[in-house]
């Protein structure tokens, strides 16, 4: 490396580190979902109220949103600390939004009304062989029914018809006792 090349990584190392110095990253992150506008760190307090601290604006820091993880749950999307995973105005990346009646189902815009994979919310799965319709795994087609055994008689022969009606249980109710 030329002396030149030496001194500028130099430079480059101790301007990154001056600025991880300079940058005051705050412990507690407050996370703001654009999906139902309600702010998600919100905590009760001892009084029952609640304490409504302003959501992180991470414009200037974009980092104070991650928590290290690969790919990234939560990312700055104007201004503020959004979970990609789940949220339909920021599905997987910032400006992602998802379709009417989709959802944001880790990372991906699916439709829960056909998805078997995402029935009805996300994560719910159909078993093996059954539809999603609406929202709801549909159940298995019924099996075919079995052919019957014998075809039933048509008609009585009519020398049976006259034993069956001449029985002396129906002439006389009193002979089954």
């Not at 600390?81 to 992602?96: A, K, R």
């Not at 719910?124 to 609406?134: A, E, I, M, N, Q």
């Amino acid at each position: 490396m030329t002396l030149q090349a030496q001194s500028l990584a130099f430079v480059t190392l101790v301007l990154l580190l001056l600025l991880v110095m300079i940058i005051k990253i705050e412990g507690k992150l407050l996370v703001y979902d654009y999906g139902n506008d309600i702010n998600v760190s919100e905590v009760n307090d001892e009084e029952g109220g609640v304490n409504k601290a302003a959501p992180v604006k991470c414009r200037n820091r974009p980092f104070a949103c991650s928590k290290g993880e690969f790919p990234p749950r939560f990312m700055c999307c104007k201004n503020h600390c959004v979970d990609v995973t789940s949220n339909t105005s920021n599905c997987g990346l910032c400006g992602i939004r998802c379709r009417f009646n989709f959802k944001c189902c880790n990372y991906l815009c699916v439709n829960t009304n056909i998805n078997p994979l995402n029935c009805g919310r996300c994560g719910r799965v159909c078993p093996f062989g059954r539809l999603c319709l609406f929202g709801l795994c549909a159940f298995q087609e019924p099996s075919p029914l079995p052919p019957p055994l014998t075809e039933p008689p048509t008609s009585m022969p009519h020398q049976n018809a006259s034993q069956v009606l001449n029985h002396q249980y129906l002439k006389d109710p009193s002979a089954m006792e």
